[in-house]
């Protein structure tokens, strides 16, 4: 309905208009004659005039306005399907290009990545770093090991979640369980601590 607001919107502003505007000459042209009294052509005028351009005025811009939004909602959806796409197609996407691409802000399309997490549509995270998302299973992102680093976190959170040990953002699906585990750093991490204490 409101996809055609857009064109029936205006329309019905032009004929409320035009109504007006018919009957307002018809009643002057009837005072001029002397066939109308001023007080009838006025009564005229507003009932069959005015307030009907009222009425589709109103109702054409209410059209008009929802028109626009839907237009607008329609508009951040295929960009969203298309980020989500861009992702998945190769299992991962470079920020910049999503930006340019997409024609919006870093945090147009970290808060577009959101959304699409807090409806179960992507899984996986982002390397701030190296600006790129990376798409990942949910079984993956929803366990205590970090799908970039391989370290063990303790709470698996929901959400968006920081890994402690290598700062990726993990885009985690809220209706993941919550899990808790003992915290072990990645492999690469603990042996280069080790070979710090040993030396």
Do not use: H
């Amino acid at each position: 309905m409101f996809g055609r607001g857009k064109i029936m919107g205006p329309i019905l502003v032009l004929a409320g208009l035009g109504i007006c505007g018919v009957v307002g000459l018809f009643m002057g042209i009837g005072v001029y004659s002397e066939q109308t009294s001023i007080s009838g052509a006025f009564l005229g005028a507003v009932l069959f005039g005015f307030l009907p351009m009222l009425i589709l005025v109103g109702i054409g811009a209410y059209l008009t306005a929802a028109g626009r939004k839907e237009e607008a909602e329609t508009e951040q959806i295929q960009k969203k399907q298309r980020i989500l796409g861009m992702i998945q197609a190769k299992g991962q996407a470079p920020v910049g290009d999503i930006m340019i691409e997409m024609k919006m802000t870093q945090a147009q399309v970290t808060e577009a990545i959101y959304e699409l997490v807090n409806l179960n549509l992507f899984t996986g995270f982002v390397d701030w770093e190296d600006m790129i998302f990376y798409s990942s299973d949910a079984r993956m992102v929803g366990s205590n090991e970090c799908p970039n680093c391989g370290g063990i976190r303790e709470m698996v959170g929901k959400g968006v979640v920081k890994c402690p040990y290598c700062g990726v953002s993990l885009f985690i699906p809220p209706n993941t369980e919550d899990k808790q585990a003992t915290p072990v750093p990645p492999k690469n991490q603990s042996e280069g601590t080790e070979t710090l204490e040993k030396e």
